[in-house]
């Protein structure tokens, strides 16, 4: 089983940023309302993610790291409609077997501090903590050299860590995240639920303060969000966040139809910065299409292009004139 772990390690833990990720989906599926992320040397030594959320009773603790343990799929039609970030079951289980973990967990009223090194639960004690978790990771692949030599500068692990916080603070407004980095903070939002608040703590409050608000919908499709004329800034294509129902997603026709919104009226090879939330039935998108989960089918996808492409040209628009 230790040996499954560490092939599933391969596929889930690719560089840190997997392992923020995974504990970040968790907390958030825990219904945290604070979650902190530590890190030093980008997380290649040390990753910390505290949160308030539900925490874990010391049974299910010992229980969430055996393999397919997830608690998140009561029937084997909900993998059809999948809510949750996390429902594979395998995060803890993989992770825990590539690194040296401490997870401190507390349901409010049992809970656990569990030592697990390479897959193995070293130690255990009570856990002295308020509802809430705490897991950290050091020495990532330590025991996976192979793994180790394929990571890339302290610079660019961060900036993939950076750039998966961004864009679950953006998802979720109504959560305060908090990004440190060798104890420097990154980014930190407030959780007040406010889009606009996030945007500027990522892209600057200049920025933000010229961003237009727009909204638009069809029978099966609502979209909102928030964007800058791109005469206005420096943005790449990267600054164009989308999301369905909450969850971040790459859908190169959706971000044609964003930018195709403004060349209308701006026909310059400049990109706006801009945060897209599309909300629909559940059943008419496909999570299944990527084990990332970020590359994701949309049913009446030309309905949604063409909603999205008026919705924010109309925007446009009024700003223009
Ligand atoms: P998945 O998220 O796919 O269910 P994981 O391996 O990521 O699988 O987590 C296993 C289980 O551990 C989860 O289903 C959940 O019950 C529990 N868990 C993990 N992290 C947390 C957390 N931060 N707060 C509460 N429960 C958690
Ligand atoms: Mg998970």
């Not at 089983?1 to 596929?11: D, F, T, V």
């Not at 809510?83 to 049992?110: H, N, P, W, Y």
């Not at 600054?239 to 026909?267: C, E, M």
Request: charged content about 25%.
């Amino acid at each position: 089983e230790w040996l499954s772990n560490k092939i599933a390690a391969g596929e889930v833990v690719e560089r840190p940023a997997s392992v923020v990720k995974e504990f970040v989906e968790n907390a958030i599926d825990a219904d945290a309302t604070t979650i902190e992320v530590f890190l030093e040397e980008a997380g290649l030594s040390f990753i910390q993610v505290v949160d308030n959320g539900s925490g874990m009773s010391e049974e299910d603790a010992l229980k969430s790291f055996a393999r397919h343990a997830t608690s998140k799929i009561e029937k084997e039609q909900d993998l059809f409609r999948i809510r949750t970030l996390g429902f594979r079951g395998e995060a803890l289980a993989s992770i825990s077997s590539v690194c040296k973990m401490t997870m401190k967990t507390s349901d409010g009223q049992g809970g656990a501090e569990l030592y697990i090194e390479g897959g193995h639960i070293k130690s255990q004690k009570p856990a002295a903590l308020r509802q809430g978790t705490d897991i950290t990771v050091a020495q990532l692949f330590y025991n996976t050299p192979a793994r180790l030599k394929y990571l890339k500068t302290v610079q660019t692990e961060l900036g993939h860590s950076m750039d998966l916080m961004n864009r679950l603070a953006l998802g979720n407004p109504h959560i305060a995240f908090k990004l440190v980095h060798n104890g420097q903070v990154q980014l930190q939002t407030n959780g007040r639920g406010h889009v606009q608040q996030v945007l500027a703590a990522i892209y600057g409050a200049h920025n933000a303060k010229k961003m237009f608000e727009f909204t638009g919908e069809t029978n099966d499709y609502k979209i909102h969000g928030f964007a800058t004329l791109p005469e206005l800034t420096r943005a790449s294509k990267n600054y164009i966040s989308i999301f369905v129902n909450g969850r971040w997603v790459k859908h190169y026709l959706v971000q044609k139809a964003v930018v195709d919104a403004f060349h209308t009226y701006l026909p310059i090879e400049r990109y706006p910065i801009a945060a897209l939330f599309i909300e629909g039935d559940p059943q008419l998108t496909d999570v299944n299409v990527h084990p990332a989960k970020h590359q994701i089918r949309l049913s009446k996808e030309p309905e949604l292009l063409q909603l999205v492409e008026q919705t924010i040209r109309a925007a446009v628009r009024d700003v223009v004139r």
